[in-house]
C-alpha cells in the first residue's frame, strides 16, 4: 500500500484491458438513473443487478452496507399473526432446504433447531453472554472455519476507523452531498454554482479551495488535483494500491453509499456522457485526501472465534442444548452443529420466510380464482364499457362500477400504448407520457383560435408572475424584510382557512384559479403536418393513427361487441403540500395523470378513416358508437369527464346512466377505500366528505394509500376475475389468448406492463424492508433539495423512494406487504413457455427471483413456474 504524498499514474495502463469509462459504466449497474420527484416515476432500485439472484444481491449489501433486503422478523411475525403467511408452508420450505444439505446431523435435530430459530423474536444472532462460549469457540476455530472464502470490497473511508470520532465514510459524504445539490440544483438557489459548463469535476475543483470547512492543507491538495477527471480518478485509484482486478467492485462501493445523488447524476448523463465518472473523481479525490495519513491500512481481519461464538450460543439458546454436554461430543459432530447454525443464517431464514408468504398468497389467489374454465354466458345488453389503467387502484372502482348497472370495465396500460410527447395549452414544458424505459416517438399538441390563446396566455403569465416575483422577493436580502408586511394578512387568512376548513379552502381555491384562467376549448394536433429537423413529429400519420387505435383495442381485448359508448379512463391524484403528489399519478405516464392519453386515443377511435381501415381488417367500429375520455382521480374516487363529442339519443342513454351510477360507485369505493386509513376521523359519519378533506388538508401526510399491498398482475379475461374481490392489491390487464394466435401481444404485455409493475412493487417492497436506505423517511421532515428530491436534514442522501407514510400503517405495523410481484397469465403452458424461451430478460428475473410467474391453462388448471 502506498504512502506517497503524490499520486502517481500509469498512463498507458488499461485493466483488463478495459479503459475506465468501460469501468465506471459497468459499475453504473448497480444504481438506477433517477428522475425529479416532479415526474415521480417507480423505478426497482435494483433494475441492474437483476442477473445476479435476489440472494446474492441480498447478501452483498448486507456485508457491503448493512442494508437488509429481506423482511425483517417484525414484519414477518405481524404477517404471520394475520395469517398472511401459512405457517405449514414455511415448514414445508424448511424440510426443501434441509433436504439440500449434506450435514451429518439427526433430522429431527436439525429441523427443531432450525424451527426454533425461525420463531426467535429477531432474525439475527442472539447476543446474550454464555460463559465457557469464547473458550469453546478458540477449540473450535481449530477445525472449523466460518468466514473462510468470505469477501467484501470496502472503500477505505470504510476501514478507517476513528474511535469517539466522526467517521471518514460520513466525512466524504457531506461534503459530495453539499456539492451534489449545488450542481444540479434547479434554480432554487439564490446564487448558481460557477463554472457549470465546465462539467461536475471542474467546476468543484475550481470551488473546493474555497471551501473554509476544510483545513488550509486539505485544500492545498485539492488544488493540485489533476484537471482531468478520468487521471484525477486512475491516480487515486493507483495511490491507493486498489488492485485493478477490484477497481469495478470498488467504484460500485463508492456509489453505493450515495445511490440517491449518485442515481440523480447517472440520469444527467444524457448531458455530459462522462457525468458520473466526474462525480467519482471528485468523490475519490476526497477520499484519497482524507485517508492518505492513515495509509497503509492493515488487511482486515476475519475474526472466526467471535462468529463461533455466536454459533455456539445459538446452538445452546435453540438447540436447547447445554454446553457442557457438547465435551462429550465428537469433534465431527460439533462441527456439523456450528455448519448448520452457520449455514442457517439471517439470508435464508428471511428467504424461507419470505417465500412461505408468497405462496401464502399465490395459494389465497389460486382459491380466490375460478378453478373451471369460464363458460360463455347469454350476452347481455352493456350500455357503456371503460377502459381504465392495469393500477391496482382501478381494481375497487371498477368492481363496483361493474355492479351498478349494464357496465363492462378492461384493463390495459396507462399509456394507452401512445408513444407520445405531450404540451397542454400555452405550456412551455413537455411531458413523456409513457413508461420512462421508453422514448416518444410524436408529440401531441393542445390547441386553440389564436385569439383565444393569446388571451389565456396573457392570463397564465399574469397568475405565474405573481408566484416569481413573490419567490425573487424572498430571496432578496432586502425585500424579503419587506415581505412579511405585505404577504402577512392574505397568507395568514390562506393559512387559517386551509388550516380548519381545508375541503372549502381547496374548492375556493381552485374556482377562483379556474375562473381567473378560463381556458378555453382546446384541440388535439393529431394529424401530422410537415415535421421540422431532428424534431419529434407532431401528430400523427393515417396510418400511425390506425395502428395505434388497432394496437391498443386488441391489447385490452376490445375488437367487437361495442357498447353504444366506449369510455377510455386515464388516471390521476389530488393532494396538497405533497412532495410526493406525482408518485400517486399514472406510472405508465412517468408520473403524470394519463388523462390526456385517455383524451388523445378516445379522438383518434372517432376518425371516420381510422374505423373504415380497421373495419376492412375485420374490426367493426359501430357507426354510432362513441368515444369519450375521463379521469378517475384516485384521492376521490371520482370519474370525471374529460372529453365528451356530441351524443346520439341512444348514447345519451347510456351517459345517463353512467352519471346516475357514479355517485353510488363513489360513495362505496370512499367506505371500502377509508376504513383502511388508519388516520381516520372516528366521527365520520360522510365517508365523501372525509375522503375531500384528506386530499385538500395541507396537513394530511396520507392522502391516499396509493399502490400499497400490490402484489399481484393478472393478465387474462375480465371474467375470471370480477367475482373475485381482489383488496385492490392486483393490476389486472384484459387479455384474451385466443384472439393472439403469434402471442406477440401477451409479449407486449410481458415486456411493457408487467415490467412496469414489477418496478413499482420492487420500489414499494424496498421502501418497506430497508427505509432507511430506499426510502425517504417522514414525510413530516422532509426537506425538498434543489427542486429535484426531497432529503432528511440538509446532509443526507437524495431520498429516491417512497416515504415512510406510503408503506408503514404506525411505527410498528407495515401496511404494505413486501412480497415480490407474482404474474398470472390465463393462456396455454406452452404459450407462457414460448414466452420464456423468447424473452431473456424476464426469463432471467424469474430465474433470479425477481419476479414470480404461474399461468391458468384453459382446462382451469394452476401452473407454477416460480
Known amino acids: 500500500m502506498s504512502t506517497a504524498s503524490t499520486l502517481h499514474y500509469d498512463e498507458g495502463f488499461k485493466p483488463n484491458d478495459r479503459s475506465l469509462q468501460e469501468i465506471v459504466k459497468k459499475a453504473s449497474e448497480v444504481i438506477v438513473p433517477l428522475g425529479d420527484i416532479n415526474n415521480f416515476a417507480a423505478r426497482s432500485p435494483w433494475a441492474g443487478l437483476e442477473h445476479q439472484t435476489f440472494d446474492q444481491v441480498a447478501k452483498r449489501l448486507k456485508e457491503t452496507g448493512d442494508i437488509d433486503m429481506y423482511p425483517n422478523h417484525a414484519i414477518v ?18 424440510n426443501a432446504w434441509l433436504d439440500e444439505q449434506l450435514i451429518c446431523l439427526p433430522r429431527e435435530l436439525a429441523k427443531e433447531y432450525c424451527r426454533n430459530v425461525l420463531q426467535q423474536e429477531s432474525n439475527s444472532f442472539t447476543t446474550r453472554e454464555l460463559p465457557g462460549a469464547k473458550t469453546a469457540a478458540l477449540w473450535y476455530s481449530k477445525y472449523f472455519s466460518p468466514t473462510k472464502n468470505k469477501h467484501s470490497i470496502l472503500t477505505m473511508s470504510q476501514r478507517v476507523q476513528q474511535p469517539g470520532n466522526e467517521s471518514l465514510v460520513e466525512n466524504v459524504n457531506l461534503h459530495v452531498i453539499k456539492w451534489c445539490k449545488l450542481y444540479l440544483d434547479e434554480s432554487l438557489a439564490v446564487w448558481s454554482m460557477p463554472n ?30 489533476n484537471q482531468n477527471a478520468e487521471q484525477a480518478l486512475m491516480e ?34 444524457e448531458e455530459s456522457a462522462a457525468l458520473l465518472l466526474e462525480y467519482l473523481a471528485m468523490r475519490l479525490s476526497l477520499e484519497y485526501i482524507f485517508v492518505k495519513e492513515y495509509l497503509p491500512l ?101 368492481r363496483h362500477l361493474e355492479r351498478s348497472g349494464p357496465f363492462e370495465t378492461f384493463g390495459t396500460a396507462g399509456f394507452f400504448g401512445l408513444p407520445i410527447e405531450t404540451n397542454e395549452l400555452a405550456s412551455s414544458n413537455s411531458h413523456n407520457s409513457l413508461p420512462i424505459m421508453f422514448k416518444p416517438s410524436h408529440k401531441v399538441l393542445e390547441s386553440t ?20 416575483t413573490f419567490k425573487t422577493m424572498k430571496q432578496n436580502m432586502l425585500t424579503s424584510l ?106 405508465a405516464c412517468g408520473g403524470a395523470s394519463s388523462q390526456f392519453n385517455a383524451r ?82 372516528p366521527d365520520c359519519l360522510d365517508p365523501e366528505e372525509e375522503v375531500r378533506r384528506f386530499a385538500d388538508d395541507w396537513s394530511e401526510v396520507r392522502p391516499e394509500w396509493g399502490l ?31 384472439l393472439d394466435p403469434t402471442g406477440d401481444i401477451l409479449a407486449s404485455i410481458i415486456a411493457g406492463p408487467a415490467l412496469v409493475a414489477q418496478w413499482i412493487n420492487l420500489q414499494y417492497y424496498a421502501s418497506t424492508v430497508a427505509p432507511h436506505y430506499y426510502g425517504s423517511g417522514n414525510k413530516a421532515t422532509q426537506t425538498i433539495t434543489a427542486g429535484v428530491g426531497v432529503m432528511q436534514g440538509n446532509a443526507s442522501d437524495l431520498l429516491f423512494g417512497l416515504p415512510w407514510q406510503s408503506v408503514m400503517m404506525s411505527d410498528e405495523e407495515a401496511y404494505h406487504a413486501p412480497i415480490r410481484l407474482l404474474v398470472v397469465v390465463q393462456a396455454p403452458k406452452y404459450r407462457v413457455q414460448q414466452i420464456l424461451e423468447q424473452n431473456a430478460e424476464f426469463r432471467q428475473k424469474l430465474q433470479n427471483g425477481w419476479i414470480r410467474l404461474s399461468c391458468i391453462d384453459p382446462d382451469g388448471i394452476w401452473h407454477s413456474f416460480s
Open 298 to 398: 492493515p488487511e482486515p481481519v476475519q475474526d472466526d472465534v467471535q462468529l463461533i461464538e455466536k454459533l455456539v450460543i445459538s446452538w445452546v439458546e435453540f438447540g436447547r442444548e447445554r454446553l457442557e454436554d457438547w465435551a462429550e461430543l465428537e469433534p465431527e459432530e460439533i462441527k456439523a452443529r456450528l455448519m448448520l447454525a452457520n449455514r442457517f443464517d439471517s439470508f435464508v431464514q428471511g428467504r424461507l420466510w419470505l417465500e412461505a408468504w408468497e405462496k401464502t398468497y399465490e395459494k389465497n389467489l389460486q382459491e380466490c380464482l375460478p378453478t373451471k374454465p369460464t363458460t360463455i354466458e347469454e350476452a347481455k345488453t352493456i350500455a357503456a364499457q371503460f377502459a381504465f389503467c392495469i393500477d391496482v387502484r382501478s381494481e375497487t372502482f371498477r
Open 482 to 587: 419587506l415581505l412579511p408586511e405585505i404577504s402577512g394578512p392574505w397568507l395568514s387568512i390562506q393559512t387559517l382557512a386551509r388550516s380548519f376548513i381545508p375541503q372549502k379552502a381547496g374548492e375556493v381555491m381552485r374556482q377562483m384559479s379556474e375562473k381567473w384562467l378560463k381556458k378555453p376549448m382546446t384541440k388535439l394536433t393529431l394529424h401530422s403536418p410537415d415535421e421540422g429537423a431532428g424534431e419529434l413529429p407532431v401528430g400523427f400519420t393515417e396510418e400511425e393513427q390506425v395502428f395505434y387505435v388497432r394496437q391498443a383495442l386488441q391489447t385490452m381485448s376490445l375488437t367487437e361487441n361495442f357498447a353504444p359508448l366506449v369510455v377510455i379512463c386515464g388516471h390521476g391524484s389530488q393532494s396538497r403540500n405533497n412532495p410526493y403528489a406525482s408518485a400517486l399519478d399514472c406510472g
Open 236 to 269: 487515486v485509484l493507483h495511490s491507493m494500491d486498489i488492485p485493478n482486478t477490484e477497481w469495478q467492485e470498488y467504484l460500485e462501493a463508492h456509489l453505493l453509499a450515495l445511490p440517491g445523488w449518485a442515481g440523480m447524476i447517472r440520469s444527467r448523463e
Open 708 to 738: 400499497a399491498r400490490n402484489a399481484g398482475f393478472i393478465i387474462g379475461e375480465r371474467t375470471l376475475t370480477e367475482d373475485c374481490d381482489l383488496e385492490g392489491r392486483v393490476f389486472l390487464q384484459n387479455y384474451q389468448w385466443q
Open 196 to 225: 457549470k459548463e465546465a462539467g461536475f469535476y471542474a467546476a468543484w475543483r475550481q470551488m473546493a479551495k474555497y471551501d473554509r470547512t476544510l483545513t488550509h492543507e486539505t485544500r492545498r491538495q485539492l488544488d493540485q488535483l
Open 449 to 468: 383560435d389564436r385569439d383565444q390563446l393569446e388571451q389565456y396566455i396573457e392570463r397564465a403569465h399574469t397568475a405565474h408572475s405573481v408566484g416569481k
Open 77 to 94: 411475525s405481524s404477517a404471520a399473526r394475520k395469517g398472511e403467511i401459512d405457517l405449514a408452508i414455511l415448514e414445508d420450505g424448511l
Open 600 to 681: 388523445v386515443l378516445a379522438t383518434l377511435c372517432n376518425l371516420s378513416n381510422v374505423r373504415e381501415t380497421l373495419a376492412k381488417e375485420g374490426i367493426h367500429i359501430p357507426e354510432d358508437t362513441v368515444f369519450a375520455a375521463a379521469e378517475h382521480i384516485t384521492s376521490l374516487d371520482e370519474l370525471k369527464f374529460t372529453y365528451l363529442p356530441e351524443l346520439p339519443v341512444a348514447v345519451k342513454n347510456s351517459f345517463q346512466l353512467i352519471q346516475g351510477a357514479l355517485p353510488t360507485v363513489r360513495k362505496s369505493v370512499n367506505a371500502e377505500r377509508l376504513a383502511q386509513l388508519p388516520t381516520l376521523h
